[in-house]
């Protein structure tokens, strides 16, 4: 049985809170706890409306943007998944998508595609879905792995190809997301552990 893998990026194979949350308390020199974990998708425990999207902006044209570190060990994550075609599937603006892959390549992810899509919309590019980009991509008969931090996304993903196996990442800020259907990766030993419903010999 042909097989595929869609997993999102930030939050999920990159570090995005710790990027984000070191570039904007320096930029509004605020004193954050070591080890601070933000409770919600908005930051909002830390910064308002109006910072998130400055602090948002400004980390766009950062280094750190393009530096993250792996969430997943690149070489395990490789071992794993390589046999597959693995395509990242981001809800960042388009016209950053060059530096994404490029941050990922640098740590040493193998990956056959990266794309941008998701619910925040960018000025300039036509809505779409996460289940958008994977109905583009998958071919017939084809099954697919999809993992993701965002419980819309993975709602999103499971509404449209109900076959699918779609796993939850467990952030602080999904903690009260639950579905009779949709995996919860405590971490990524869940997803590594838990079998392929596929022909493992390749």
């Given at each position: 049985?042909?097989?595929?893998?869609?997993?999102?990026?930030?939050?999920?194979?990159?570090?995005?809170?710790?990027?984000?949350?070191?570039?904007?308390?320096?930029?509004?020199?605020?004193?954050?706890?070591?080890?601070?974990?933000?409770?919600?998708?908005?930051?909002?425990?830390?910064?308002?409306?109006?910072?998130?999207?400055?602090?948002?902006?400004?980390?766009?044209?950062?280094?750190?943007f393009e530096n993250m570190p792996?969430?997943?060990?690149?070489?395990?994550?490789?071992?794993?998944?390589?046999?597959?075609?693995?395509?990242?599937?981001?809800?960042?603006?388009?016209?950053?998508?060059?530096?994404?892959?490029?941050?990922?390549?640098?740590?040493?992810?193998?990956?056959?595609?990266a794309h941008c899509a998701g619910f925040v919309q960018y000025?300039?590019?036509?809505?779409?879905?996460?289940?958008?980009?994977?109905?583009?991509?998958?071919?017939?008969?084809?099954?697919?792995?999809?993992?993701?931090?965002?419980?819309?996304?993975?709602?999103?993903?499971?509404?449209?190809?109900?076959?699918?196996?779609?796993?939850?990442?467990?952030?602080?800020?999904?903690?009260?997301?639950?579905?009779?259907?949709?995996?919860?990766?405590?971490?990524?030993?869940?997803?590594?552990?838990?079998?392929?419903?596929?022909?493992?010999?390749?």
């Open positions: 049985m042909a097989f595929r893998c869609f997993f999102d990026v930030d939050g999920v194979v990159l570090d995005f809170e710790s990027s984000f949350i070191k570039v904007v308390s320096n930029y509004f020199q605020l004193e954050v706890p070591e080890n601070y974990q933000t409770e919600n998708w908005f930051f909002s425990d830390l910064l308002t409306s109006e910072q998130v999207q400055e602090g948002w902006d400004y980390f766009l044209k950062c280094s750190e792996p969430l997943v060990d690149p070489h395990q994550f490789n071992r794993i998944f390589g046999a597959y075609p693995v395509h990242f599937v981001t809800n960042i603006p388009p016209d950053c998508l060059d530096r994404r892959q490029r941050n990922l390549k640098k740590i040493g992810y193998q990956f056959t595609s000025d300039g590019h036509p809505p779409q879905t996460k289940a958008d980009v994977i109905q583009n991509l998958l071919e017939d008969h084809e099954q697919f792995l999809f993992v993701d931090d965002h419980p819309d996304n993975c709602v999103n993903v499971h509404e449209s190809f109900p076959e699918a196996e779609v796993w939850l990442m467990t952030r602080p800020h999904n903690q009260d997301f639950s579905h009779p259907v949709i995996r919860r990766a405590l971490h990524w030993d869940d997803v590594f552990k838990h079998p392929r419903e596929v022909d493992h010999e390749h």
